[in-house]
């Protein structure tokens, strides 16, 4: 499985890129490689991205490992915090 960042490449919200370019650096300081799913391209990439999450209102940045669902950003902060990454992103160590 593959780490998944649903995010978006258009967005007025300065928060959702802020978060967006948070979760990427930490991904890319610690070398967990991942995908980026920009849901601006298609509506059909929102509409996965809102399925998968369980959540019909869900913004980016949502992870997945694979198809299995991580979180969002505030529990991807949590679990940075709390040095429990590998077990939010559901790695194996």
């Not at 980016?60 to 991580?70: K, R």
């Amino acid at each position: 499985m593959s780490i998944k960042l649903y995010s978006t490449s258009v967005t007025c919200s300065r928060e959702t890129k802020a978060q967006q370019s948070d979760v990427t650096r930490i991904l890319e300081g610690k070398c967990i490689k991942y995908e980026m799913v920009d849901i601006s391209q298609d509506n059909s990439l929102r509409e996965e991205m809102r399925t998968k999450a369980g959540n019909p209102k869900a913004t980016p940045p949502q992870i997945f490992n694979g198809d299995e669902y991580c979180g969002d950003y505030e529990q991807f902060r949590e679990a940075v915090e709390a040095d429990a990454l590998n077990d939010f992103l559901k790695l194996k160590s």
